[in-house]
């Protein structure tokens, strides 16, 4: 089966962040169609050649080095390709390599594997990327293509739902007591995540899960509009409890007092997250209902600015230039590639090796992020440290 043509549970691992809270979400969406983007298409093509090189790796009878060679011959031929799918799915190789070969005898492996997770989620099931056992540790690791938005692999509740799926399988046979999570996303500069929890930890996820996935089965519970859960969700748009809440984030703040304190600036800047986005996807879903005939009181849709482009440019850059009207010269604009265009050109490696002398880090402009974030507060205020070396 086709990473494109996987079945998807209602109550699916890969949205279990979002139902997991907002229990009524999951019926909800079923209102709506599931779409496939571009880049989830591009993922599910890296995802596939991720597959074939860990298949090669472990059982080369299966997968051998001729039949992936081939393999990616045909994928080259999908417009969606890029041959930086083969750095990215090396990185990919190279995590799931180290931790084998880290192990104190050869890990039982399962590549792609479907897991059952319906003892605890009902008509729960998904597709693991690459499962490992070894001793008394369960391994579940999954590769993100995505380079958007970093995934923690941390009390991560698709990996667990996973783990709880594979343990399930496992469990006669292998005595299990503790679960790592690996999560490889190599588009991303720190896109390597990991965490370690005991058996007893995934069972208390496990009840957990189960008192919530009752709940969104049903269509029951409540519903918890955020940042995070409506990020993915295909209701947010209409959502009315993400109206509400948002609304009430924008315009129903209290009784303002003359200045607010950093406290409360802080407080309010994580409460309204989500306004901008919201407004965003209303703007949109009211633009359809207009361009579909409906009427969305207060609003209609016009024709945006024209743009001009030419019928053949070849021809116009021709007739200007015979006509003496310009010199061919001046129509043209040379400019140098971009440093991370160069660089893409190239490899990072071999750019590295040929003009990593003549690059040089300027400082970012200083953005405010929120205190999770993993980098480095800066501040304007120069501390005695640096009063002292400036003296000095």
């Known amino acids: 089966m086709g990473h494109d043509e996987r079945d998807h549970a209602l109550l699916s691992a890969s949205s279990a962040h979002r139902w997991l809270k907002c229990t009524k979400s999951a019926r909800l969406e079923e209102q709506f169609p599931d779409t496939t983007s571009e880049a989830a298409k591009e993922g599910t093509l890296a995802h596939e050649l991720a597959e074939l090189k860990v298949r090669n790796y472990f059982n080369p009878g299966d997968v051998s080095k001729r039949k992936l060679t081939f393999a990616i011959k045909k994928f080259k031929e999908d417009p969606l390709w890029d041959d930086e799918m083969l750095i990215h799915t090396d990185t990919y190789i190279d995590y799931i390599r180290d931790v084998s070969i880290k192990l104190p005898a050869t890990p039982f492996v399962e590549v792609e594997k479907r897991v059952d997770f319906s003892d605890y989620v009902p008509e729960g099931f998904g597709t693991a990327d690459c499962i490992m056992i070894q001793g008394n540790t369960l391994f579940v690791i999954d590769f993100k293509y995505g380079k958007g938005v970093p995934v923690s692999a941390e009390e991560n509740p698709q990996m667990m739902l996973y783990a709880l799926g594979a343990y399930e399988a496992c469990k006669i046979l292998y005595p299990i007591e503790r679960i790592r999570l690996g999560i490889v996303q190599p588009r991303l500069p720190d896109g390597i995540s990991e965490w370690e929890c005991t058996l007893e930890e995934l069972l208390q996820f496990g009840a957990y899960a189960k008192e919530r996935a009752t709940l969104a089965f049903a269509g029951e519970g409540e519903f918890a509009p955020g940042e995070k859960t409506c990020k993915f969700c ?31 600036a802080g407080q309010r800047l994580l409460a309204m997250r989500d306004v901008v986005a919201y407004q965003k996807d209303l703007q949109e879903w009211a633009l359809s209902e207009c361009l579909a005939g409906n009427e969305v009181p207060g609003w209609k849709a016009v024709e945006g600015r024209r743009s001009r482009d030419w019928t053949d440019m070849d021809a116009a850059f021709e007739k200007l230039t015979k006509s003496g009207v310009v010199a061919e010269e001046i129509l043209w604009e040379k400019k140098p590639l971009t440093m991370a265009q160069v660089e893409k050109t190239i490899g990072k490696k071999d750019f590295a090796d040929a003009v990593g002398e003549f690059v040089t880090q300027k400082p970012g402009k200083p953005t405010l992020v929120e205190a999770s974030d993993k980098r480095h507060a800066i501040t304007n205020k120069v501390t005695a440290q640096e009063a002292f070396k400036e003296e000095n």
Do not use: W, Y
């Open 234 to 264: 295909r209701a947010k748009k209409q959502c009315r409890a993400r109206s509400d809440h948002n609304v009430k984030m924008a315009f129903n703040l209290g009784e303002l007092p003359p200045l607010i304190t950093k406290e409360e």
